[in-house]
């Protein structure tokens, strides 16, 4: 029985695992606060401080020294 379980976990994980499409980070005029952790925020988060022309439902990537980048709009950032 033990095995058949790791045998279904096994296959939801090889099969079921959702494919991310790569995206380029690119630059769109954003700003991030200083001191942020290096990471992926959406928009409306309090790390982006500037989205340029970027939107809100945007996924940025951003680094310590305020630097930004947008990857895009993203689910997981939808209002």
Not at 25 to 51: D, P
């Amino acid at each position: 029985m033990r095995s058949i379980l790791i045998f279904l976990s096994l296959f939801a994980l090889t099969f079921a695992s959702p494919v991310l499409d790569k995206r380029a980070c690119r630059n769109v005029g954003c700003k991030c606060a200083k001191g942020t952790k290096q990471g992926q925020y959406c928009g409306i988060s309090s790390a982006v401080t500037v989205l340029g022309s970027g939107g809100i439902e945007d996924i940025y990537e951003c680094n310590s020294s305020g630097g930004c980048c947008s990857y895009g709009p993203a689910d997981k950032c939808r209002l």
